[in-house]
């Protein structure tokens, strides 16, 4: 059965920081690209992060030099560090996994991350 299960979403001041958490199940992580998506209230869902098989990533340009993501396929475990966090970065984080060569791609369920004074 796949999984992902995301953790370390939460309610935190601007400035601060969260990382996001996302355990993979029930397939070959290691040849899957990991993503993190957000979707705020009203307005559709956005690549945030990814990173590949390889290692290599690409962020979405607000974010970048902000947020880290990173992988530990030993773990199979994908993480989103999320630095100096602004009001705008509320919304629903979603991990992805999407395999590198078929058309086979999985969601977790979504984690709250709430940036509010």
């Known amino acids: 059965q796949v999984q992902l299960v995301e953790s370390g979403g939460g309610l935190v001041q601007p400035g601060e920081s969260l990382r996001l958490s996302c355990a993979a199940s029930?397939?070959?992580?290691?040849?899957?690209?990991m993503s993190w998506y957000r979707q705020a209230p009203g307005k559709e869902r956005e690549l945030v992060a990814a990173?590949?098989?390889?290692?290599?990533?690409n962020y979405l340009d607000s974010v970048r030099g902000r947020f880290t993501i990173s992988r530990d396929n030993a773990k199979n475990t994908v993480y989103l560090q999320m630095n100096s966090l602004k009001p705008e970065d509320t919304a629903v984080y979603y991990c992805?996994?999407?395999?590198?060569?078929?058309?086979?791609?999985?969601w977790g369920q979504g984690t709250q991350v709430t940036v509010s004074s």
């Open positions: 029930g397939f070959a992580f290691s040849s899957y690209r």
């Open positions: 990173i590949r098989t390889a290692g290599s990533t």
């Open positions: 992805h996994a999407q395999h590198r060569l078929v058309a086979l791609e999985y």
